[in-house]
């Protein structure tokens, strides 16, 4: 089963602190992405990544900067964090597609982290 | 703009009867639909996926039913149960790339 591990799933910060969120991937997945889950917003993507050190913004990347040293890990950083920030964030990763169209792939979700800032 | 769309925030449904949940998308280059489950302070799990090839696919008391001219799914529970009740995500994705577009949820309460 393909498993994606969040170091945190709670964590309390204040307001200008450093947050870092880690994520850790065992199943060898090329994608690795950032989400954060709002009542009534549903998933957005925060920034996402198809290779090591390569990374892409998604919809909401404001506020937020992302690592991805070794494939099978991708962290998520707040550089000073806002109340606004209080969220839950989902990592998550996917092969790629495979050849062809139809070949669809599937994104597997960690746990999530429930971060507050006060 | 969002590409996913789910109009219903929330459903309630018997036990026992039957719990349609929709999605619609705008982009005809999504070819793969994938519906997730969430229950609170958890990740979404997946649940059942399609191809645009097909116009259904089941598995067990899930089955989900692709409308391509339409740009409309639906997620059928047969009998729905209360472990059913829970957040429901559908996304899409398209061959050529690598994201996932995602719905805002509906939310299922199943009533015993």
């Known amino acids: 089963d393909v498993k994606v591990t969040q170091s945190s799933r709670y964590l309390v910060k204040r307001t200008g602190e450093k947050v870092f969120l880690e994520c850790v991937q065992d199943?060898?997945?090329?994608?690795m992405f950032w989400y954060r889950q709002d009542p009534g917003l549903g998933l957005r993507l925060i920034y996402f990544s198809y290779d090591v050190k390569m990374k892409e913004k998604g919809d909401i990347p404001e506020g937020y900067s992302v690592s991805r040293e070794k494939k099978e890990r991708f962290s998520l950083i707040l550089e000073s964090a806002s109340t606004n920030q209080t969220s839950m964030y989902l990592c998550?990763?996917?092969?790629?597609?495979?050849?062809?169209?139809?070949?669809?792939?599937?994104?597997?979700f960690g746990e999530g982290s429930w971060l507050t800032v006060v | 703009d969002q590409q996913v769309k789910q109009n219903s925030p929330s459903l309630s449904v018997q036990e026992g009867r039957i719990s349609i949940l929709n999605c619609d998308y705008t982009?005809?280059?999504?070819?793969?639909f994938l519906w997730y489950k969430k229950y609170p302070a958890e990740g979404p799990t997946f649940l059942i996926s399609?191809?645009?090839?097909?116009d259904k696919n089941e598995d067990g008391r899930f089955t989900v039913f692709l409308n391509k001219s339409a740009k409309h799914l639906s997620l059928h529970i047969v009998p729905s149960q209360p472990g059913d009740s829970a957040v429901y995500f559908c996304a899409a994705s398209a061959w050529s790339g690598n994201q996932f577009y995602f719905g805002t949820g509906t939310s299922l309460t199943v009533i015993p």
């Open positions: 199943m060898d997945h090329e994608n």
């Open positions: 998550a990763s996917s092969t790629n597609p495979g050849t062809g169209v139809n070949s669809g792939n599937t994104i597997y």
């Open positions: 399609i191809s645009s090839i097909k």
């Open positions: 982009n005809s280059m999504f070819d793969y």
